[in-house]
Nanobody
Framework: QVQLVESGGGSVQAGGSLRLSCIAS????????MGWYRQAPGKQRELVAT??????TNYADSVKGRFTISRDNANTMYLQMNSLKPEDTAVYYC?????????????WGRGTQVTVSS
């Protein structure tokens, strides 16, 4: 079992910055993938960025060049969000997917609210 806890959300003005954190605890595999997803009111949840323990990253086109995903170990992940726009307003969720030694089910955090005003 894995538990995910997000933090760092809040309210900022357009052009501002926030840094989200996600800490995973429990049965963490040494090789895994983690990512950030977001869901705005009336919209489907969408992928923001992902990162593997090997450092491979992937970004949604809408955040490329503004957001940076990173991790400093197998169970801690960050999302640095710069040049925030009102359309970035959403609940941001942390995701964890074990890869090795075996593949396993994905886990989700409870989310943290990000609000960007104009």
């Amino acid at each position: 079992q894995v538990q995910l806890v997000e933090s760092g959300g809040g309210s900022v003005q357009a052009g501002g910055s926030l840094r989200l954190s996600c800490i995973a605890s429990g049965s963490i595999f040494p090789i895994n993938a983690m990512g950030w997803y977001r869901q705005a009111p009336g919209k489907q949840r969408e992928l923001v960025a992902t990162i593997t323990t090997g450092g491979r990253t992937n970004y949604a086109d809408s955040v490329k060049g503004r957001f940076t995903i990173s991790r400093d170990n197998a169970n801690t992940m960050y999302l640095q969000m710069n040049s925030l726009k009102p359309e970035d307003t959403a609940v941001y969720y942390c995701n964890y997917a074990p890869v090795a030694p075996i593949r396993g089910p994905e886990y989700w955090g409870r989310g943290t609210q990000v609000t960007v005003s104009s």
